[in-house]
């Protein structure tokens, strides 16, 4: 970090453009909120979860029955 930085940690240097870490946190948020919005998380997760419901159910579906009710209609 400090290669990066220098000795001063607040503050990132280009030749004679010099950088806080306010101006490097609000770059990167500027950055990163187009690219979350265009990669759509709330859809992904959408079909993360209503697959994993799928695969549940299917396994659920797919098991054996237990021992127990085997014998559940013998009596």
Same mark, same amino acid.
């Given at each position: =970090?400090?290669?990066?930085?220098?000795? #001063? +940690?607040?503050? &990132? %240097?280009?030749? *004679? @453009?010099? @950088?806080?870490? #306010?101006?490097? &946190? %609000?770059?990167? $948020? +500027?950055?990163? +909120?187009?690219? @979350? +919005?265009? /990669? !759509? *998380?709330? !859809?992904? $997760?959408l079909w993360v979860s209503a697959l994993s419901a799928v695969v549940?159910?299917?396994? /659920?579906? $797919? =098991?054996?029955? *237990? *021992?127990?009710? /085997?014998?559940?209609? /013998?009596?």
């Open positions: =970090m400090r290669k990066v930085f220098g000795s #001063n +940690l607040d503050e &990132l %240097t280009f030749g *004679p @453009l010099k @950088l806080n870490k #306010n101006v490097i &946190l %609000t770059v990167i $948020l +500027l950055i990163n +909120l187009p690219v @979350l +919005l265009f /990669a !759509s *998380p709330v !859809s992904t $997760l549940c159910v299917g396994h /659920a579906a $797919l =098991m054996d029955k *237990p *021992p127990e009710a /085997a014998y559940s209609d /013998a009596v």
